[in-house]
């Protein structure tokens, strides 16, 4: 399938779609082109039925950035209300991202900088290449982090570690990333892709709408009070007990065999 895009490439193997920013000349920068280009591949594979979209791996082109931020050439003009429009924008790209049914994987190839990291915090996982740096120099700028950063890092990484990371700017290694448990996984940049196609191996061995309901409960429940989420839990959990895929998991335990998930 030929797709029209600019600033982004999609393709898809066995129901793995890959998603790259392509603008390898501004190291992958988010302007408002990629954005829209991305939600719209967003909601196209959104559409999708189960047998043509299982998982989405979002990556940079080439291997020196994931995306080195938002575009500073295009921000640099905006006025006040176009920033918040520009910020708003991200913040909805990257939270439709964020609630697409597939499991979604950042696979950083390189500097995953301001945009570029809130993007990658949008994703369920983040593998990295070992040379992967990543971080807020917002305040370089003397801006702050405005798709989602403030809010994501801190979930991701703990309120001290976030202040520090974003007070100061510095940048981590993909290793100090991995210390942090910002990132799941440093592996050496020939492997990256490998390696996450193979990660994902492992859970689409399972059962597809069980991952989706677990992806869904662990998003929504994030922001509920402990007893709403506690019954939005067991609310996911019976409905898993009227799809098929459930009881073939059960009967085929007991029956000692491979079950045979169907997405049903
Ligand atoms: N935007 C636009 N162009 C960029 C960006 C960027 N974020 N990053 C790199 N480029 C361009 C450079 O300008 C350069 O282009 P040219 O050759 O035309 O000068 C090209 O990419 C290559 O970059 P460098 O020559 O700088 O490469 P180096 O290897 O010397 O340095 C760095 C690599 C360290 C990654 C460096 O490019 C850098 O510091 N980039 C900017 C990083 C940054 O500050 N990112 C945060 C941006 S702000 C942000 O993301 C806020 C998000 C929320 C927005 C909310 C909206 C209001």
Redo the contacts with the bound molecule.
Sequence with gaps: MQFEYKTIQLQSENAIWRLTINRP???N?LNLLVLSEMGEALRFISEMGFEDARALVITGSGT??FV??????E?AS?SASE?VQ??KK?QSVFSELELIKIPVIAAING?A????L?LALGCDFIFAADHAKMGF??V??S?I???GGTVRLARAVGLRKARELIFTGDMLTAEDALRSGLVNKVVPQAELLSSVNKRLEAILNKGPVAVQAAKKTMQVAWDMQIDDALDMEAEQFGELFETQDSREGMKAFMEKRKAQFTGQ
Excluded: Y
Aim: proline share 6%; aromatic share 10%; no cysteine.
């Design positions: 000349e501004s190291l920068a020196k950035a080195a931020g938002a575009d500073i050439k921000m905006l920033a520009f910020s991200g500097f900088l301001g945009g570029g809130e120099p917002e370089s700028l801006l982090p405005g798709f």
